[in-house]
């Protein structure tokens, strides 16, 4: 066999089984080293590949693909500072548990570390970020190598969607000539099912660990259920067969997905971060235990009110492994299917008190009231209640981090239409948000991103994907000029270097921007006017950018005198 016969078979073997596995997206950028996966992936008739030229937004793109399919995307670029440009990616992927199976291209090892052009060091490149990391083995077909490279992608696969999901990184040296020969017989194999079988089963809880958790919580009538981001839709099945059994409020953060659907919600709490915020409202509603599921919320009064109640049982769900815990607090770390403990625990004869659990329930509906009515002036907390009013069933609301996350949390009222709420809260980076939100619509899903001006700014690369596959993605940009969260942290007090160093105004005219990318755009002047425009947008596809321009000081502001009120009702309740 010649140079080209062992690369062609080795790499047509390699990408045969990850399709074998279940990969059916591969998203790549361009470059000559990775020549061989590419024009192999693009050769495949079982995988569709996405071309996205940078490597940055090509990351996201396909972690937010991988969200929304979730399942394993592949992700393949070429030698040098184009696989450095995935680090950020990866890195919200190991933290917010996204399976994504990263290829990089590498020069030989001749070529290594003596002045080559576009050589650098990749091995382990991404360090703890990734779940497993391979130097692949110089191209050969001998039989021996193809059970090797078949054996190597069925594991990659395994590896990035078992357990706790995250990214794995293999690094495929290539040397030249660079292309296969696709008329060579046999490239791929004819067999259905994949090189390796794994079975990976659900951790359980045993009956002596379930008898250890319920005697701490005998006698104890006011627990809290609070659940935290994450991605499982049927979760709330489960959950809510708890809670009703037990008649234990739900604290659900907005990326739990147990605030929309037609599940029953009566106790569900989706207002707990208005409620939480106040100090004294926090010193009137203590706990006996709290068991949480998800990462750890969104929330900040949330942190406060569990760092208050350091004593009580505390309580964490994991589903395989991990320490999701900050705040220090005394917890018990419980590794088992999440369902499962719902379901084993259900059958105990728990009951909180019903004053307790009635005190949760009328506490929310006075933050659900305080939000019904829309004020007349363009807020960026109502900008949230518009658009969940005008999304259809079936619909992802991708939320940009900073203020997005945080409004969503507030205004993101319960609701029957089955909406999905995503956002990178691994690392909570502002970059890479554009990509991800477009990543989440490229199977056709109807997609609002919520964003800053800043994190839009961050990744306005993003647009260029969506443009070239014509996928549709509606933009709403919150446009305050700068960091709008830095207004309500206590360096604002201090005027002498807050505009320039955290204010940070841009002053961009993003009409341009979206006009260079093929999109449609909008400067929002009422709520009449951005609803028109969402319609608009969900009936015409394309890019729509719907520009909504607030004021950083009157937001913080305006948040903080409806913060006041829902604190007062809550007060007089409280009595
Ligand atoms: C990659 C990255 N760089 C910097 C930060 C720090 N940071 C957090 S929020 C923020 C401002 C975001 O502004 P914008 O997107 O306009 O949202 P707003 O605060 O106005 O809601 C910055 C710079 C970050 N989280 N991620």
Redesign the pocket.
Same mark, same amino acid.
């Given at each position: 066999m010649n140079h080209t016969e062992h690369l062609t078979y080795y790499v047509a073997n390699f990408v045969d089984e990850l399709v074998k596995c279940g990969i059916e997206d591969v998203v790549i950028s361009p470059g000559s080293r990775s020549t061989p996966l590419a024009l192999t992936f693009a050769e495949h008739s079982k995988i569709q590949h996405w071309v996205n030229l940078d490597e940055r937004s090509a990351a996201f793109f396909a972690l937010g693909m991988a969200k929304e399919q979730q399942k394993a995307v592949a992700i393949l670029c070429t030698s040098g500072t184009a696989a450095a440009n995935y680090y950020p990616a990866i890195v919200e992927a190991h933290l917010s548990q996204v399976p994504l199976v990263v290829l990089t291209a590498d020069r030989p090892q001749e070529l290594r570390d003596v002045g080559a052009p576009q050589a650098i060091d990749q091995i382990k490149m991404y360090g703890s970020f990734v779940k497993w990391y391979h130097e692949m083995a110089m191209p050969e077909a001998e039989n021996q190598m193809l059970s090797y490279v078949r054996s190597i992608a069925a594991r990659a696969v395994f590896e990035a969607e078992n357990q706790n999901a995250g990214p794995v990184h293999l690094n495929f040296p290539f040397r030249e000539p660079l292309v296969p020969d696709f008329t060579l017989p046999d490239l791929w194999q004819d067999s259905i099912s994949g090189y390796h079988s794994y079975y990976p089963g659900n951790k359980v809880v045993s009956n002596v660990q379930v008898e250890a958790i319920i005697e701490q919580l005998e006698n104890k009538k006011k627990g809290l259920i609070i659940c935290g981001p994450q991605m499982d839709p049927t979760f709330r099945d489960s959950i809510f067969l708890l809670a009703s059994k037990w008649n234990i409020p739900v604290l659900a953060d907005p990326l739990s997905q147990l605030r929309a659907g037609e599940h029953d919600k009566s106790l569900l709490i989706e207002g707990y971060d208005s409620i939480l915020k106040s100090k004294k409202v926090r010193d009137k509603v203590k706990p006996d235990f709290i068991i949480r599921f998800g990462a750890m919320p969104v929330s900040k009064p949330y942190l406060f009110f569990l760092k208050e109640n350091r004593g009580v049982p505390h309580f964490v769900i994991e589903p395989d492994a991990g320490h999701r815990e900050p705040t220090m607090t005394k917890t018990q770390f419980v590794y088992c299917d999440p369902h499962e403990f719902c379901h084993r625990f259900a059958n105990y004869p728990m009951q909180m008190e019903q004053s307790w659990t009635s005190l949760w329930v009328t506490m929310n509906e006075i933050v659900r009231k305080q939000w019904e009515n829309v004020s007349p002036t363009l807020t960026e907390g109502h900008a949230v209640t518009i658009m969940q009013r005008a999304m259809d069933n079936d619909h992802i609301l991708f939320t940009? +981090?900073?203020?997005?996350v945080r409004d969503v949390d507030t205004f993101f009222m319960s609701t029957n239409k089955d909406i999905k709420v995503f956002g990178n809260r691994g690392a909570?980076?502002?970059?890479g948000i554009v990509s991800t939100a477009i990543g989440t619509a490229s199977h056709g899903r109807k997609v609002t991103l919520l964003?800053?001006?800043?994190?839009f700014y961050?990744d306005l690369n993003g647009l260029l994907v969506a443009n070239q596959y014509n996928i549709d993605i509606t933009v709403v940009l919150?446009n +305050?000029n700068?960091?709008?969260?830095f207004s309500f942290l206590p360096q604002a007090e201090d005027k002498s270097h807050f505009e320039v160093l955290f204010g940070t105004p841009l002053n961009l005219s993003f009409e341009k921007v979206v006009d260079m990318y093929g999109g449609h755009y909008a400067n929002i002047t009422s709520w009449e006017h951005f609803e028109k425009e969402l319609k608009l947008a969900y009936q015409t596809g394309g890019i729509h950018v719907l520009e909504i321009n607030t004021n950083r000081d009157e937001n913080v502001i305006w948040h903080r005198e409806e913060w006041a009120i829902i604190e007062q009702n809550i007060v007089t309740l409280l009595g």
């Open positions: 940009g +981090n900073s203020m997005p909570n980076g502002i970059d964003i800053g001006d800043l994190s961050h919150i +305050n700068g960091g709008g969260i």
